[in-house]
């Protein structure tokens, strides 16, 4: 039996290659990222030599790879492009604005640490002024760059 499913994958060498095509579609739905839908098109690619050159591993090899680096060197920017000018589009940083967190270390004009939704961040107070002690309920001012400024969640803001 297994070595009938073995023969049959050798000759129909699509098959192999639609299910990774489908899998990849199924994976981009979970991480939406627009990278696997690029390599599933690639899968698409070395299906379609399959079914014209059977015996052509290489080939097929060869076509997936340029088709997949050729979606993400070309097509893929464009799409980030638009998807990010869509209306109501928040990147995973501005999402994090208003989130809440706790200080894992002391806060102060020289920076500190916090930790918001299970992710560790850079952090400065709101106030540079101001030093907020470690264990500290924050909440997300702003993201400047790659530091989270910060203020307590339960202090007043002038």
Do not use: C
């Not at 806060?107 to 907020?132: C, F, L, M, N």
Request: glycine residues 10%; negative net charge.
């Amino acid at each position: 039996m297994g070595e009938n499913l073995t023969d049959w994958l050798g000759d129909n060498g699509w098959a192999i290659w639609l299910s990774l095509a489908f899998l990849l579609g199924v994976a981009e739905i979970l991480s939406l990222d627009l990278v696997l839908i690029m390599l599933a098109v690639g899968a698409l690619a070395g299906a379609a030599v399959a079914v014209l050159a059977p015996g052509l591993w290489w080939l097929q090899i060869l076509s997936a790879a340029g088709v997949s680096v050729l979606m993400l060197l070309l097509l893929r920017p464009t799409l980030m492009k638009r998807v990010r000018n869509m209306p109501g589009y928040r990147s995973s940083t501005a999402k994090l604005v208003g989130s809440t967190g706790i200080a894992v270390s002391q806060i102060d004009k020289h920076g500190g640490e916090i930790k918001v939704d299970g992710q560790s961040w850079t952090a400065r107070p709101y106030i540079s002024e101001v030093v907020i002690e470690q264990g500290t309920e924050i909440e997300v001012y702003e993201i400047d760059g790659a530091i989270a400024v910060v203020y307590p969640k339960h202090g007043a803001l002038p």
